[in-house]
């Protein structure tokens, strides 16, 4: 006899296994399907957890390398151990995917492993190694996630062409690495191997780099970036490769260069919904015409019972966004209303200095015909960035012109990623720039950039 389940849930990155979670915690039997041997997907795998250890392991490096001494430390003797830092990170991995692995068996969630596809809008099949399971449904949630968008004339060779997959677990530190794309990936393991010795060349299509970020904060971390000695070709586009023995040569458009060579070159074009041996195309279920998943506000597809959430759906690919949809479509499936405020998804780039921002740019505000007021506050005159040693960057809060609201918040700077939380809950509970500058923030911190840009915005900032 088949399973019986309330709800299956294909893919368990953030999103599927938060839906899992929170469709256990209402009552409803539920099920997780899972291709690869581990679970918590991309994110935990080979995503933004990996790339977050190797990025702090490298920052650890660079500050012995480059900063000990200003802070009376001698550490003129550092070197690298490569294979400690990569085992480092998959300890962390390991870790944590074995943690979400603990949290479907705490929250009685049937764990499957193998291929899922959808044969019928009520039956998925789980196939592995020649062995198959048929679970039968309520509701299936499609949570199959995203993977590196491979290009016709970039295709991936694993070891001289390589996705941001390989480029956590390289063996050696490359002597010229080369990365298509200033994204977040592009840049975030670009940073990683530039701080390890390697010489880094950001090859970007687009006149700026981080496409749609607020302009002002894109050419600030630019600068700095550049003054760390990463190298850029803006409004380069990549138009050919030839792969050799030890290098790589780039063919590049729209530059003076020509053509560059390199010994390893990432390629960090973008990410693709991931749909493949799903069966969407046999029950029939609307793709956009980007390929993503169609759903309506409920996380509903064309096909009754089967829902769709994360990268593989239109918006932000990131886990955040993922998870709160998972949470989301959960509600929905146990019959509660649910809802995802999508103007509040924060995005960050953890570079050193890191990017963090949430809401309007200042370009959309323009094009919206939006009026706004603007408050900017720099990390240099904060005591606590200047006690750290870390003073680039600023903090850019955007209020509407005539009710105060805030509309956006920009950083560049140290722990953009954790400062930027007031500024998503201030936006969630629709918070005026004067609320977050009257509110306390505690001193000496780096949050205080956040109160005094906040005052900025009515020309009331103390500190400077
Ligand atoms: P992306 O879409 O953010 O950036 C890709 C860049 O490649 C674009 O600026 C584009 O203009 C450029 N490009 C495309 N074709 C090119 C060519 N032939 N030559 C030169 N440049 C070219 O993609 P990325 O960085 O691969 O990230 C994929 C997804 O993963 C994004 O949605 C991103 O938000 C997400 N992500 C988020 C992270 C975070 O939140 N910290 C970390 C890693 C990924």
């Not at 803006?234 to 020509?258: H, Q, Y």
């Not at 609307?286 to 309506?296: A, E, G, S």
């Not at 009710?403 to 809950?425: F, M």
Request: overall charge neutral; hydrophobic content about 40%.
């Amino acid at each position: 006899m088949a399973n019986q389940f309330d709800v299956v849930i294909i893919g368990a990155g953030p999103g599927g296994y938060t839906c899992a979670i929170r469709c256990a915690q209402l009552g409803l039997k539920t099920a997780i399907v899972e291709k690869d041997s581990t679970l918590g997907g991309t994110c935990l795998n080979v995503g933004c957890i990996p790339s977050k250890a190797l990025l702090d392991s490298s920052e650890h490096f660079s500050f012995f390398k480059h900063d000990a001494e200003k802070h009376g430390i001698e550490a003129k003797e550092v070197s690298l151990n490569l294979s400690g830092m990569l085992k480092r990170k998959e300890q962390i991995v390991k870790e944590l995917t074995g943690g979400v692995a603990f949290l479907m068996k705490k929250n009685k969630v049937t764990h499957f492993e193998g291929i899922g596809k959808i044969t019928a809008p009520n039956t998925v099949e789980v196939t592995q190694s020649g062995k198959k399971d048929i679970l039968e449904t309520k509701n299936i949630v499609i949570a199959t996630g995203s993977d590196a968008i491979e290009l016709p004339h970039l295709k991936f060779d694993g070891e001289k062409m390589i996705s941001s997959t390989e480029a956590l677990s390289l063996q050696k530190v490359p002597k010229h690495l080369l990365v298509i794309g200033a994204g977040a990936i592009g840049l975030e393991m670009g940073s990683v191997w530039l701080r390890l010795g390697a010489k880094v060349t950001v090859i970007e299509a687009a006149n700026k780099i981080c496409g749609p970020m607020d302009a002002q904060t894109s050419k600030e971390l630019l600068k700095v970036l550049k003054k760390q000695g990463m190298e850029f070709l803006i409004g380069a586009k990549v138009v050919g490769s030839k792969v050799g023995k030890n290098d790589v040569t780039l063919t590049l458009e729209g530059s003076d260069t020509s053509t560059i060579k390199g010994d390893v070159c990432l390629v960090a074009v973008g990410r693709r919904p991931y749909t493949d041996g799903l069966g969407l195309e046999d029950i029939g279920v609307d793709l956009t015409d980007r390929r993503r998943v169609k759903i309506n506000k409920k996380f509903e597809t064309n096909v009754n019972g089967v829902y769709a959430i994360g990268d593989v759906v239109d918006g932000p690919m990131l886990a955040h966004k993922a998870e709160e949809e998972g949470v989301a479509v959960a509600e929905v499936i146990a019959g509660h209303s649910a809802f995802v405020n999508y103007h509040t998804v924060p995005s960050v780039i953890y570079t050193w200095p890191e990017v963090a921002s949430v809401g309007y740019t200042e370009e959309q505000l323009k094009e919206k015909g939006i009026a706004y007021k603007k408050g900017q506050f720099p990390f240099s005159a904060n005591a606590r960035a200047k006690a750290i040693g870390e003073t680039s960057g600023f903090v850019k809060f955007l209020a509407d012109q005539k009710t105060d609201k805030i509309l956006g918040c920009h950083i560049v700077g140290p722990r953009a990623s954790d400062v930027l939380a007031e500024a998503v809950i201030a936006m969630e509970f629709s918070a005026s720039s004067e609320d977050v500058g009257k509110s306390f923030h505690g001193h000496p911190t780096l949050s205080e950039v956040m109160r005094e840009a906040a005052l900025a915005v009515d020309n009331l900032a103390r500190q400077m």
